[in-house]
């Protein structure tokens, strides 16, 4: 059956990222924000990273764990914080076909991959405190090794097939994105081609794989607290509770600004639809400019590495 008229069978070779389509003028006054949110993030995680790196102190697993999370966090900021500034400061819209489905891949790929390291995390604390004679056997460099390599190899397989599947789509009309990054929903509704499987796929992936590291994290933390609860000394529950605090409260800070974004989507047709645009960007901004500042602050360690950083300096 032939295509309608208005249809093009050229392929589409670029698309254009059109932010906030119904307030544009925000642009100008959130670039400032924006600007001075992804410089923080970057400079606090670079920071962290060379105090861990150059801290012999700071050679344990737990904050090897940490660097990976700063890695995570800077890259998911690297690859969406400069093209969004990019449109706010120079208006320029367009990102290529390619562009395009590998941003889509970063973003979902390395969105599980922090969720998934988080769980690693809380596994991490709940070792330390349930079994804190265990630890140094359990929780070594070797384990962290192949910890990173599950959080890899886990999510960038099982999220692969989310740009993979919408890149194959047959896109023959309008190449506007009415978003300031390329969601695999805001990409793949401008093809003419039937998308049910396309999102299927990515409801049921993402759902499985930060549902999962949910529960593990509760699981995790019921038996931390239930463990706490039986210490009967003067001052040790506070004192193990205090050593979980830094990774709760990141936790929180992930699956909060989530949970905003996934309630307001849900509710999409009663609120403005650049409500859901920005809270995507602050996803990628927030916790990663507060998750160093929090354990740098709560953490005495790291807190006294930045200092004998900055004395050096």
């Not at 254009?16 to 670039?31: A, R």
């Not at 660097?67 to 290529?96: E, R, Y």
């Not at 047709?269 to 809270?279: E, G, Q, S, W």
């Amino acid at each position: 059956m032939a295509l309608p008229s208005n249809y093009s069978t050229a392929p589409v070779s670029e698309f254009l990222l059109i932010c906030f389509p119904n307030y544009q003028s925000w642009q100008h006054w959130l670039s400032l924000p924006l600007s001075l949110l992804f410089l923080l993030a970057m400079g606090a995680n670079t920071t962290l990273l060379i105090t861990i790196w150059l801290e012999a102190s700071l050679h344990e697993p737990m904050y090897y764990l940490l660097s990976l999370l700063s890695l995570l966090d800077m890259v998911l900021c690297l690859t969406v914080i400069p093209k969004v500034l990019a449109m706010f400061w120079f208006d320029n819209k367009s990102i290529s076909f390619s562009g395009c489905f590998l941003q889509m891949f970063i973003m979902n790929s390395f969105l599980t991959m922090e969720s998934c390291t988080f769980m690693v995390m809380a596994y991490d604390r709940y070792v330390a405190i349930c079994h804190p004679l265990r630890y140094p056997s359990i929780i070594t460099d070797q384990f962290v090794a192949r910890a990173a390599i599950f959080v890899v190899a886990r999510n960038g397989i099982l999220t692969m097939p989310i740009p993979i599947l919408s890149s194959r789509l047959r896109y023959c009309a309008e190449n506007i994105i009415k978003n300031c990054i390329c969601t695999n929903l805001s990409v793949s509704k401008l093809s003419c081609d039937d998308i049910t499987f396309n999102r299927l796929y990515q409801f049921v992936t993402g759902w499985t794989l930060l549902g999962s590291d949910l529960i593990l994290i509760v699981l995790s933390y019921s038996f931390i607290l239930r463990a706490v609860l039986r210490i009967k000394a003067e001052g040790a529950a506070a004192k193990a509770l205090s050593t979980c605090g830094s990774h709760f409260i990141l936790i929180l800070f992930f699956s909060t600004v989530l949970l905003v974004l996934v309630i307001t989507n849900l509710a999409r047709k009663r609120i403005p639809p650049d409500v859901p645009i920005l809270l995507n960007i602050l996803h990628h901004l927030i916790p990663p400019a507060l998750n160093p500042i929090v354990y740098g602050v709560r953490t005495k360690e790291i807190k006294q590495g930045i200092q004998k950083l900055l004395r050096k300096l």
